[in-house]
């Protein structure tokens, strides 16, 4: 079983959607989970961050985390044409001082049609 | 600020011939690392540094080598290259006050024939 498990899709939505895409992992010692988003042919760029369980929203886009069950979520509401692109989950246990190893998921594609 | 910045974009390289992948941030970072990316294997981390002077291996470190030139420069080394290596390579740095953020650089995109 990979550490983290994301859905590839690809997954095609209407504009005005409401998106949700999921990890699931296994490591207990996960504290702190990132989604990141890749338009084609670029870098990936943070999208969300959050720390521990809980929810974090920011504008059209909510995070949520919940650790018992080792799943994290993101909703993206009125989803909009320049919301397509891949939406890779990010994991980290560290903290602190030294390197921050990111453990990624592969990645969901995401399309909204107008 | 540039961000984190590598060259270059694209490279086609046959068998056996090495190439270095360059990497730098004006971010004053300590962290950066290298990965690549394949269609279906997502994001894999090759090799990183935790701070100037230090690099350890990460998930898939074989057929590449690393240099931390600087704080600001991190070089990737094919010494020889093989097709299995045909990838995307994205060099990353963090250090800034969310330590966990990684900013990503566009990429290179390397086809070895």
Known sequence: Q?????????????????????????????????????????GPELLMYTYSSG????????????????YISLFIRDSQPSD?????????AGSGAGSYQLTFGKGTKLSVIP | NAGVTQTPKFQVL????????????????????????????????????????????GEVPNGYNVSR???REFSLRLESAAPSQTSVYFCASTGGLLNNEQFFGPGTRLTVL
């Open chain 1, 2 to 42: 990979k550490e983290v498990e994301q859905d590839p899709g690809p997954l095609s939505v209407p504009e005005g959607a409401i998106v949700s895409l999921n990890c699931t992992y296994s490591n207990s010692a996960f504290q702190y989970f990132m989604w990141y988003r890749q338009y084609s042919r670029k």
């Open chain 2, 69 to 71: 030139l600087n704080k």
């Open chain 1, 84 to 92: 397509s692109a891949t939406y890779l989950c990010a994991m980290s």
């Open chain 2, 14 to 57: 046959k068998t056996g011939q090495s190439m270095t992948l360059q990497c730098a941030q004006d971010m004053n970072h300590n962290s950066m690392y290298w990965y690549r990316q394949d269609p279906g294997m997502g994001l894999r981390l090759i090799y990183y540094s935790a701070s100037e002077g230090t690099t350890d291996k």
């Open chain 1, 55 to 70: 929810n974090k929203e920011d504008g059209r886009f909510t995070a949520q985390v919940d650790k018992s069950s080792k």
